[in-house]
């Protein structure tokens, strides 16, 4: 089955950029979908297809997909933005739905 | 807006069958869209279990297909999980979620991101 590896931590100071990676087997043929997910919270979709952001999402969040890893940009970090990342593709070759290990994004 | 809302009961023997529903305010379901159900176990990752259209068309996940159904109600505007045989690896946090398409061409896809998503449920299976 499709998988997905993500860095289990990332530490990052307030004001800085945090890069969250999502690695998969040619995952640049993939649209790949990140979400946010704070404790005891639903987790919230921060970007879509590699690279689009819903609306009311800042634009400090950006993302990328190329080769095998895709990769969640946060600019500019606040503490609010400490909270665990989730990256997602769907597997076209055995149609079911992946998410990564998950990243936990610490604001120092 | 659209809102999600799961019910069902909080606590589940072994080996019975999990029972859950999603109820969808704000949108007919009927009208598109996938939806799908997410579970977390405590201090773990999210799991997709399946998704569903809203003609009855599902996706499911390999490891739990063979005790998972999904399914669609749209004269009462929700969508229910049934998990049968469960065990204690069953308990987490059940999620509904929509999955987001192009309402204007019509177009859904199982691979689209979950847009919109319940508060979650816990479900405990312990005897």
């Known amino acids: 089955s499709y998988v997905l590896t993500q860095p289990p931590s990332v530490s990052v100071a307030p004001g800085q950029t945090a890069r969250i990676t999502c690695g998969g087997n040619?995952?640049?043929?993939?649209?790949v979908h990140w979400y946010q997910q704070k404790p005891g919270q639903a987790p919230v979709l921060v970007v879509y297809?590699?690279?689009d952001r819903p609306s009311g999402i800042p634009e400090r969040f950006s993302g990328s997909n190329s080769g095998n890893t895709a990769t969640l940009t946060i600019s500019r970090v606040e503490a609010g933005d400490e909270a665990d990342y989730y990256c997602?593709?769907?597997?076209?070759?055995?149609?079911?739905?992946?998410f990564g290990t998950g990243t936990k994004v610490t604001v120092l | 807006q659209v809102q999600l809302q799961e019910s069902g009961p909080g606590l589940v023997k072994p080996s019975e069958t999990l029972s859950l529903t999603c109820a969808v305010s704000?949108?007919?379901?009927?009208?598109?869209?996938?939806w799908g159900w997410i579970r977390q176990p405590p201090g773990k990752g999210l799991e997709w279990i399946g998704s569903?259209?809203?003609?009855?068309?599902?996706y499911y996940n390999p490891s739990l297909k063979s005790r998972v159904t999904i399914s669609v109600d749209t004269s009462k505007n929700q969508f229910s999980l049934k998990l049968s045989s469960v065990t204690a690896a069953d308990t987490a946090v059940y999620y509904c979620?929509?999955?987001?398409?192009?309402?204007?061409?019509?177009?859904?896809?199982?691979?689209?991101?979950?847009?919109?998503w319940g508060q979650g449920t816990m479900v405990t299976v312990s005897s």
């Open positions: 297809d590699d690279s």
């Open positions: 979620a929509r999955q987001q398409g192009d309402i204007l061409t019509g177009y859904f896809s199982p691979d689209d991101a979950f847009d919109i």
């Open positions: 997602q593709v769907w597997d076209s070759s055995s149609d079911h739905l992946v």
């Open positions: 040619n995952i640049g043929s993939k649209s």
């Open positions: 704000g949108y007919s379901i009927s009208s598109g869209y996938y």
């Open positions: 569903i259209y809203h003609s009855g068309s599902t």
